[in-house]
């Protein structure tokens, strides 16, 4: 990690946002419990932490978004595209002006909280691998028993997600299984560790003093989405596998059961290579609106670059 | 049971309804799978079997209700009151004219199919003990191992549930857990399960050809719903403590941890009375709309009428 070491920059704005999906709870009561208690971050000397609501609207209603995802509405050229009307359009402007490109007061560092439906534990969605992201990921795998990395190569300027407002860097934190709109002790104990070590890893970054962290670590990163078996018109027509529900990033094989038809059919897993392959957001709630059934990643060893 | 043996009525007219609330989609694929299949019944000799979506809008939108909860809205003072227009009061008058009172052929028997965020398993609810809803309850408990039977007494007129309207009876279904919005394939086969067993029993009791019943089985009465740790400004300030997470229709003590707040502080359950209590519908998402947490019950020998 000398190189990292060499290119360090300084962190010192961190925003941490709940309710960029509004029926995700848990980020939300936190924020909003920090919000009320005044929570002080002053044992984290080198940062100035900042809390922020992002999905007000969709908050108050309970709903994962009203006209469409905010976690999509961050490429720098829709935030830059005056003729976007929508809500979350809007309120992704107005977060950009908060704390993103257009702020006084620009975050270095975003993390972002988010719950999902399926049973993936603790996890983080990373879309870069720079020094800074990477010692993240290799701090955080050291420390959280469990932790799974999910990488997504998207420059900065092409993200779709909120994270990468942050000048320096963004994660997202991933925590399920809970149902959405449900407070679970043991998501919200989870969330709240990722979120101390997280801080916890800046404060070490900022004063050189991170334990040594490998060159790469195991991590996983997107293929494709597979849909759920549909009638020819496009209804549902059936489920995720018992075989592989509640398994999420567990190796799949061409061969093994995937759905079930409501007739009670059981569909194979039928791949085009024969490489192994690792289910993850196995019966995620939110992806039923596009009829989505899980993603496909594939095991991969995440370098700095 | 020779009391129900002398009162037997005959049950031909059956309604199968899904969708009650729009976002429990283990009833709408149920049902929508059975009307595109043209399921045949046939099997069941003596029962004209038909299947209904009620609440199509909020099934479109995924969501619970639009207005108010559509199975609160079927006391007949409502029913005929004129004056009700929200969407959910309209859809309950029409269900009404369908299968209902107003009904050319009038469902004899009612199965309302519901899923729950809580971790239920197999369970019903009736709000008779007349000798053909007793006879049911007793028949599926015998024949489907761990179902819980949830008794709360009203008049079939006040009723606010959809199932009453059955001339003779209904009984809701009610399995967990599950996310709203997803369709799992354990919860999805105890749903059909219990659908069929329910159909047998008709069946058998239109023959006279039931196993010998119990005189009284276990089952669980609706006390009173504790709310959720609240800040005096009404905002949720904490959650179900990990202690009863899961633990529905576990018993409860004076003096056991109940909750847990925001700040992390543990609430203990300090009832009025030593008697033992049984949560139930601990953490559904449903009743986050009113900050509820859990309903408590008492246990109950349940016998006919």
Same mark, same amino acid.
């Given at each position: 990690m000398d190189r990292a070491v060499e290119n360090r920059v300084h962190v010192k704005q961190v925003a941490i946002v709940g309710g960029t999906h509004g029926n995700e709870v848990t980020g939300v009561s936190i924020v909003k419990h920090w919000q009320r208690s005044e929570a002080q971050f002053e044992r984290f000397s080198t940062l100035n932490v900042v809390t922020h609501l992002a999905n007000l609207k969709a908050i108050a209603e309970n709903r994962r978004y009203l006209d469409r995802d905010l976690n999509r509405c961050f490429q720098f050229s829709e935030l830059d595209d005056g003729k976007r009307v929508l809500y979350e359009e809007c309120r992704a402007k107005a977060l950009d002006q908060l704390f993103g490109r257009r702020a006084e007061q620009r975050a270095d560092f975003v993390i972002d909280l988010h719950t999902t439906t399926s049973n993936m534990g603790s996890s983080i969605v990373i879309t870069e691998r720079d020094p800074l992201t990477y010692s993240l990921a290799a701090y955080l795998s050291h420390v959280v028993p469990d932790l799974k990395v999910y990488y997504k190569e998207v420059n900065q300027s092409e993200s779709p997600y909120l994270f990468s407002l942050g000048r320096l860097g963004g994660v997202l934190i991933e925590i399920g299984p809970t149902p959405q709109g449900v407070l679970r002790f043991d998501v919200y104990q989870k969330t709240l560790t990722l979120i101390e070590e997280t801080l916890l890893f800046l404060e070490k970054w900022n004063q050189s003093d991170l334990p040594e962290l490998p060159d790469a670590i195991p991590a996983y990163q997107f293929i494709e989405s597979l849909l759920l078996p549909r009638t020819p018109e496009g209804e549902l027509n059936g489920m995720i596998h018992e075989h592989i529900? #509640?398994? #999420?990033v567990h190796p799949l094989k061409r061969g093994e059961p995937i759905f079930r038809l409501l007739s009670g059919e059981t569909v194979l897993f039928e791949p085009d290579s024969d490489e192994t392959f690792y289910p993850v957001?196995?019966?995620? =709630? =939110?992806y039923y609106d596009q009829l989505k059934g899980l993603s496909l990643m594939k095991g991969i060893e995440l370098s700095s670059t």
């Open positions: 529900q #509640d398994r #999420d957001f196995v019966n995620e =709630a =939110a």
